[in-house]
């Protein structure tokens, strides 16, 4: 049901702000709603959700109230620290948000617009599982606001699918984003790679059946086995192989590859675009470092330099926001070293890169031999900026080490 929580100090009761921190007026500020729901829980996933034998206490029908209270709660915490920014980015993410009805994914996204406003073009996104998703679906999210979906493939190829405990259809995928384009919706699509199994063969499968279903936006993930998960206990029984570091390695040139021939850039790690214009902003914040509220069970935010992170199970998440007290389990500013090293983890991830003059003395004297070693761009370089080569990007954890030792 999710990792841990982060350590952190105790969050107080009625949600304030410390004195310190300092809201920018002209900052962007995303909100993210957690949905955390599914109909059954895939073998490699450690998100914070549930099935319905899990809730314990929760109920699924009366969500979208119990979540717009958090809303309403927020925005009082808010008021008092600053001036309230209107939301450039909503992103519907969990957990399976369309298991919900539309209606109140709609309620949901109405009341983030009556509390802080929604900017003019604002991309607003849900996260959709295939079998979930009809034209009735999408022409209703459509007409709440919603203007993208992120669709839910993984692969293309059944005992791929098996493998990572995915139920739809794979047929439901060429479904979905017909249903939302009919709706006027973008499109992206998200697979992942290195499953138990998978052969670069049926990467390629998979890859190909992707772009020709022409969505705006594909993500590429490699699988990683998070401990607690079912299928890190198959490993450990020797039930399933682990992933092979040297495969997953081709696939992403694979995908990378075919994803240049077929028109799409990469613009961050694991993220590539039909052009600047669908890149998901929303994901670009979190690595560029922006504000956001995170509504929801064991959702995450960001303000003002302060991080907090709500409890994790529904029940306890209604009963604090019931009594009108912040579900926050805990929270922490980071220190200045400790942002710097942030800095470089997220930012070294995307195409812009980051400055080479935000890194510390130790770091900057790295890049020659990142260089040299083909790992960031030279060219970017002499114009004072960090960028990842491929080859850097297959290997972005040592370039981040290099640069923040």
Request: hydrophobic fraction near 40%; include cysteine.
């Amino acid at each position: 049901m999710g990792s841990a929580l982060p350590l952190g100090d105790p969050a107080p009761v009625d949600g304030r702000l410390p004195a310190e921190s300092r809201i920018d007026p002209d900052a962007d500020f995303g909100v993210y709603l957690h949905v955390p729901f599914c109909r059954v829980r895939c073998g490699y996933c450690d998100f914070n959700t549930y099935t319905a034998s899990e809730l314990r206490g929760a109920r699924q029908d009366e969500y979208a109230d119990t979540l717009l209270r958090e809303v309403d709660f927020a925005r009082s915490v808010l008021a008092e620290a600053g001036p309230l920014r209107p939301a450039s980015t909503v992103f519907f993410g969990g957990g399976t948000p369309t298991l919900l009805p539309s209606g109140d994914l709609g309620r949901m996204l109405q009341g983030v617009r009556d509390t802080f406003g929604i900017r003019p073009g604002a991309e607003i996104t849900v996260e959709a599982n295939p079998d979930t998703v009809t034209t009735t679906v999408a022409e209703e999210l459509a007409a709440s606001g919603v203007t993208r979906f992120s669709i839910g493939m993984q692969s293309a190829v059944p005992h791929v699918l098996a493998a990572l405990d995915r139920t739809h259809n794979p047929a439901n995928v060429a479904t979905a984003v017909a249903a939302a384009r009919a709706a006027g919706l973008d499109v992206s699509v998200d697979l992942i790679y290195g499953a138990p199994g998978e052969s670069l063969e049926d990467w390629r499968l998979s890859v190909e059946t992707a772009i020709a279903l022409a969505p705006d936006h594909i993500s590429a993930y490699a699988l990683i086995i998070e401990d607690g998960t079912k299928l890190a206990r198959q490993i450990r029984r020797g039930e399933v192989p682990a992933p092979d570091d040297d495969l997953q390695a081709d696939m992403y040139e694979l995908v990378d590859d075919l994803l240049a021939a077929a028109g799409y850039d990469w613009y961050e790690v694991s993220n590539w675009s039909m052009g600047p214009e669908h890149r998901s902003r929303h994901n670009l914040a979190y690595w560029q470092g922006t504000d956001w509220w995170g509504f929801g069970p064991g959702a995450h935010s960001h303000v003002a330099g302060l991080r907090f992170w709500n409890v994790k199970h529904p029940a306890a998440y209604a009963q604090r926001v019931t009594a009108g007290e912040s579900p926050a389990a805990g929270r922490e500013t980071p220190d200045a070293e400790a942002r710097a090293l942030e800095n470089v983890l997220l930012r070294s991830r995307i195409r812009e890169g980051l400055p080479i003059s935000e890194l510390l003395g130790e770091g900057r004297h790295a890049v020659a031999a990142l260089i040299a070693d083909g790992l960031i761009d030279g060219t970017a370089a002499v114009h004072g900026r960090i960028v990842l080569t491929r080859r850097g990007r297959l290997l972005a954890d040592a370039v981040v080490r290099a640069l923040t030792d």
